[in-house]
């Protein structure tokens, strides 16, 4: 597969005499990743996974070294490939799961290491940084993340039949919260789930849903009370973890326009049954369940567009270092200079929102005014610096060789999803600054 890619690639490459692709190698960057010194400028735009981040903890960097050492195995060629071809990345998921990081905000006693959402985020990050952009965070975002509430509201019976698996790479979950009716109106959901002695009868459909090809697990919150029959919209709901039963759900890809190493997919389904015994937490409760760790899920994806930015930001000032046009190298021009510097800027500033509202969650923290505004930030950040990248590439920037286009596609996803920038801005004004709800 790399052989062809860069075959194809390469004779276009040398006949039109462009710089030669950056060669990346996390271990001759880094023969003393942690001997540095405080006032080096940290996250060079043309260093690759740098690990000296004065302000990240020992754990921290930790992580990003571990990680980086993976991912630098999988160069862009096998993402682009990846991408084009539809294929999940089950080399880096394996290689992910084999060195026990699936588990990395799971307790120890079920396999997991027990760490926080601020050394999950430096994981994600790297991995997105390295050119995998979502391609690659998506293939294990909701190992990483999705089952926090079965961690913290199972019970001791269901976190001894659902973690282990899971954390190995033997089972995969996929979160099914989105319906095509209802949108980002979470709490008007109409799926139902009926119950019926010892299991419940699910009926309804769900969009948007990421992995559902390659999971035999599913999160799902879908209604047990009718929305006329509770005392507030956001009882009723309840949380399901089961099996993704495909006898009773029909699931049906969605084509897209980015990401497309990991499958999303339209779900229908009609008299699944679910066991009782799969209910997370109680009857009614699965939309605080779930509440409760949206932040994290906002620090996450924060953290993995941060990582496309700063990859779109190596690759754009690599490119302008050595492509010469009117006898200089365009990285001269301030026309080409100053916009990378601010992506830089920009990036940076939201990248110490994102890690500051991590590091409130782990010490338990509830509002969520620091996780949505660095999801806001890191977000538009990455996209500016994407779309930056492709303009300094020049019409190299359009064609698919350089990468930077795949990282635009790319860095579009944390705009929209798990919550779009207006909902944060909604969020904001009615939270922080006390405006009335338009809505
Ligand atoms: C690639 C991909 C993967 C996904 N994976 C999953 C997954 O695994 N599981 C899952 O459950 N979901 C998933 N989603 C769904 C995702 O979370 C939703 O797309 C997202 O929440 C937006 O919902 P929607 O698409 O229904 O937008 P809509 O609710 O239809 O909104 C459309 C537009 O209107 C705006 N809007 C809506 N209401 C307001 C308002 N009150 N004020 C201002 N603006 C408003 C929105 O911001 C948006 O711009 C995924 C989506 C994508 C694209």
Redesign the pocket.
Known sequence: MRGRLLSTTSSLTSSLRRPARPLLSFTSRHATPLAFSSRLIHSRATDFLPANLPEWSDAQRSVREAIAKIVTKYPDEYWMDHDTEHKFPWELYKDLADNGWLGICLPEEYGGSSLGIAEAAVMLQTIAESGAC?NGA?SVH?NIFGLEPVAKFGTTEQKKRWLPPLIAGKERA???????N????TLKLQSTARREGDHYIAKGS???????QVSEKILL?ARTTPLDKVDKPSRGLSLFYTDLNRDAVKITE?P????SA?D?NVLFFEDWKIPAEDLVGNEGDGFKIILHGMNAERVLVAAEALGIGFAALRRASQYASERVVFGKPIGSYQGIQHPLAECWMNLESARLMVYLAARQYDQGYTGGEYANAGKFLASEAAFKAAERAVLTHGGMGYAKEYHVERYLREAT?SR????????I??YIGQQVLTLPK??
């Open positions: 979502m998506s909701m996929c979160f099914g919260v989105t319906e095509p209802t949108g980002l109106d769900k969009i948007f849903i990421s992995t559902a919150l969605i897209k326009m980015g990401r990991v999303t996803l929209i999803a798990p919550v779009s920038g207006e909902m801005k909604n338009s809505y």
